[in-house]
């Protein structure tokens, strides 16, 4: 998951809400072979990756077959646009069993900081158990250390129900690792 | 009836184990929150024993006088998560309340280590009305990390658990200098 960090702004009015609204209209839609050239301004980033298990793309073969071999076959996994349409980001969500999803993403860092993750993450949020009512748990498993995709996941409404130590192995290295769940009864949209 | 609890031991399963292993693995109070199969045949339990006992990576009888009253199974996961294993257990029910399932999962937690060296972490989910469980987990030494809402898919019925884990390095010897405080 990419950090998205929170931007405090200081002002001498109260803050009514913490969430930035995006400057541009996010929204969701399927990824499609076109979109390879898109995917790979992020895909090849060091700073993106960073949390993920996946090491960074190297080529627009790999990037295609990537397209092809998991993307279009997935159960569930939408391009992040903004208004012009062309991804910067992805968000996914992976059955674990019957009545259990996980939730991913993944955004460009030239994109981070302006609450596109959080926005994303709400879409999906509103969407998802209407789409999947077997569904009873959308999960997420975040880096103790990545404290922005945290604060994505409170902000939306997840609950943090707490750290599992040496819980996931990330690229050779074995990690604690932050849950959240937001279930269908959970006031969060 | 007391037990002396020097008389708990673990092995591994045999097939001559079968029918004991009927009386505790066909009652429904000891498998019912389980995924395994209903036995309710000695030919059952046998194969049971044959094809799933056997060949587990980690799967001992717990015995008295070395008959088969319950079992303990480490279960590593595969490819890149198999340092993390889940423990589960069961115990006939004519020998609960006896401190028996706790003496039998403190010497699998002393062994397991050694012989599945690739496992760091050993995880327990128990079911929120599990308290007994939840017991016994907490006084071997298993940290409770948090309440999983909605977490545990079984038999028709979904469950909040508790998910504990206990880590090799938390059975690490004291350092050097704090030997001095160990009170025998």
Same mark, same amino acid.
């Given at each position: 998951?990419e ?13 009514t ?12 839609r399927?990824m499609t072979i076109?979109?390879v ?5 992020w895909?090849?980033d ?5 949390y ?15 397209i092809?071999?998991v993307?279009?076959?997935?159960p ?7 208004? /012009?349409?062309?991804p910067?980001g ?6 674990v069993?019957?009545?259990?999803g ?9 994109y981070?900081?302006?609450g ?5 993450v709400? *879409? ?7 789409e ?7 999960e997420a ?7 922005g ?16 130590r040496?819980f996931?192995?990330?690229?050779g /290295?074995?990690?604690d ?5 937001? *279930?269908?009864?959970?006031s969060?949209? | 009836m007391? +037990?002396?609890l @020097?008389?708990v031991t673990?092995?591994p $399963? ?8 009927? +009386? ?7 498998? =019912? ?11 059952e339990?046998?194969?049971? +024993? ?6 587990h990576?980690?799967?001992r009888?717990?015995c008295?006088?070395?008959?088969s009253i319950? $079992? +303990?199974?480490i $279960? ?6 198999? $340092?993390?294993?889940?423990?589960g257990y =069961?115990? %006939?029910?004519?020998y609960?309340?006896?401190g ?5 999962? #403190?010497?699998a937690?002393?062994?397991?280590f ?18 007994? @469980? ?17 977490y545990?898919?079984?038999? =028709?019925?979904?469950?909040?658990v508790f998910v504990?884990?206990?880590? %090799?390095?938390?059975?690490?010897p004291l350092?050097?200098s704090? #030997?001095s405080?160990?009170?025998?």
């Open positions: 998951m950090i998205d960090s929170c931007t405090i702004i200081k002002s001498e009015k109260p803050q809400s913490v969430s930035s609204s995006p400057p541009e209209k996010v929204h969701l399927p076109s979109d050239d898109d995917f790979m301004v895909a090849t060091t700073d993106v990756t960073r993920c298990t996946w090491e960074p793309y190297t080529s627009r073969e790999a990037g295609i077959a990537f092809n071999d993307v279009l076959p997935h569930w996994l939408r391009a992040i646009c903004l208004e /012009n349409d062309r910067i992805s968000i996914s969500v992976t059955p069993d019957k009545i259990r996980e939730i991913g993403y993944v955004i460009g860092s030239k981070w900081g302006k596109i993750a959080t926005e994303a709400r *879409l999906v949020a509103a969407e998802i158990f209407k999947k009512p077997e569904m009873e748990r959308l498993l975040v880096d103790v250390d990545n404290v995709s945290q604060k994505v996941l409170e902000k939306v409404g997840f609950k943090r129900e707490g750290v599992m040496k996931m192995c990330l690229k /290295n074995v990690r690792m932050v849950m959240f769940s937001l *279930l269908p009864s959970d969060s949209h | 007391e +037990i002396d @020097s008389r673990l092995r $399963f045999e097939l001559m184990d079968a029918h004991d292993f009927l +009386i505790w693995a066909g009652d429904d109070r000891v498998t =019912g929150n389980l995924r395994w199969p209903v036995l309710t045949s000695e030919e339990a046998l194969a049971f +024993i044959r094809d799933v006992c056997l060949p990576p980690w799967r009888s717990i008295i006088d070395d008959r319950g $079992f +303990i199974s $279960f590593p996961e595969t490819g890149d998560d198999r $340092f993390k294993a889940h423990i =069961g115990l %006939s029910h004519e609960w309340g006896k028996i399932t706790t003496r039998a999962v #403190s010497i937690v002393s062994q397991v050694n012989d599945l060296p690739h496992v760091l972490r050993l995880q327990a989910f128990v079911r929120t009305q599990n308290k007994a @469980s939840q017991r016994l987990v907490e006084k071997i030494g298993f940290q409770r990390e948090g309440l999983l809402r909605k545990t898919y079984l038999k =028709g019925t979904i469950y909040d504990y884990s206990l880590l %090799s390095s938390d059975l690490l350092p050097q704090y #030997s405080q160990i009170v025998l």
